[in-house]
C-alpha cells in the first residue's frame, strides 16, 4: 500500500517542480530587454506612461544668428500647440492636412532631438538596428557602445535616415552621429549633454557640435 502511494506523490512532486522551473523562465524572459528598451528606461521611459503634457522651446545657435520654436505636446490625446513669436497653430495629429503638416514636420523634427532614446521604442518596427559593444565615439574618441538603427525607406518625414548612438555602460547616449539617406558620410555629429530628470524623465537639454559654433538646446521645459 505504501508503495502505491509513493508514485503519486512522486508525481506530484514532480510536477510542482516542473510548474516552479517553467515560472523562472518565464521570469527570465521577462526580464530580458533589447538594447532598446535598456536606453530608453535609461532616461525614465517607465515613467512617460504618467505625462499628460510636456511643453519645451527648440533652440539653434549657429555663429550670430538663434532660431527658437516652442511646442506643447498632449501625449495621449495627440493635441499640438505650435507658438512662435509671430503665431499660434493648435492641431491634433490624427487629423492633418497638407498645410499642417509642414507644421508636424518640424514638430516630429524637434520632439526626436528631445526625446529620441524614447523614440527607440515608439520605432522600433520602423527600423533595423545593429549594435556594436566596442568603437570609438566620434568626438570623445572614448570607447563605447554604438547602436545604429536605419529607418525604412517607406512612411514619415525622412525615410531612409539613418542614426549612430553612442553610449555607455548606463546606456546613456553621449553623442550622435545623423546620415541622411543612409549614407556613409555624416551629415551632422552632436553630443548629448546637460541632462536633467523633469518629473522621472532624463533629458539631454544641449547639443553641441564638435567644430563650429553651434548649440542645439532645450529651454523652458514644463513637464506635467
Not at 502505491?4 to 510548474?19: E, Y
Amino acid at each position: 500500500m505504501k508503495n502505491c502511494l509513493f508514485v503519486p506523490m512522486l508525481f506530484l512532486v514532480l510536477l510542482g517542480s516542473c510548474k516552479n522551473n517553467e515560472k523562472k523562465q518565464e521570469e527570465t524572459i521577462e526580464r530580458e530587454r533589447t538594447v532598446l528598451e535598456k536606453i530608453a528606461d535609461a532616461n525614465g521611459y517607465e515613467n512617460w506612461k504618467n505625462i499628460e503634457r510636456i511643453k519645451f522651446t527648440f533652440n539653434v545657435d549657429r555663429d550670430s544668428s538663434h532660431f527658437e520654436r516652442t511646442w506643447q505636446w498632449h501625449p495621449k490625446t495627440n493635441d499640438v500647440v505650435f507658438m512662435t513669436h509671430e503665431d499660434t497653430l493648435r492641431y491634433n495629429r490624427k487629423e492633418m492636412d497638407s498645410v499642417i503638416a509642414k507644421t508636424d514636420a518640424g514638430f516630429i523634427n524637434d520632439k526626436y532631438w528631445m526625446l529620441a532614446p524614447y523614440q527607440l521604442v515608439w520605432d522600433q518596427n520602423s527600423f533595423q538596428y545593429s549594435l556594436t559593444d566596442s568603437v570609438q565615439a566620434p568626438m570623445s574618441k572614448d570607447t563605447m557602445q554604438q547602436l545604429t538603427i536605419v529607418y525604412g525607406n517607406e512612411g514619415g518625414y525622412t525615410p531612409g535616415d539613418a542614426y549612430d548612438f553612442y553610449f555607455g555602460d548606463d546606456y546613456i547616449i553621449k553623442e550622435w552621429v545623423f546620415r541622411r539617406g543612409n549614407q556613409e558620410e555624416p551629415k551632422m555629429i552632436t553630443s548629448w549633454e546637460d541632462y536633467k530628470k523633469m518629473d522621472g524623465l532624463n533629458i539631454a537639454t544641449m547639443h553641441k557640435m564638435g567644430e563650429g559654433n553651434f548649440q542645439l538646446y532645450f529651454t523652458g521645459i514644463e513637464v506635467e
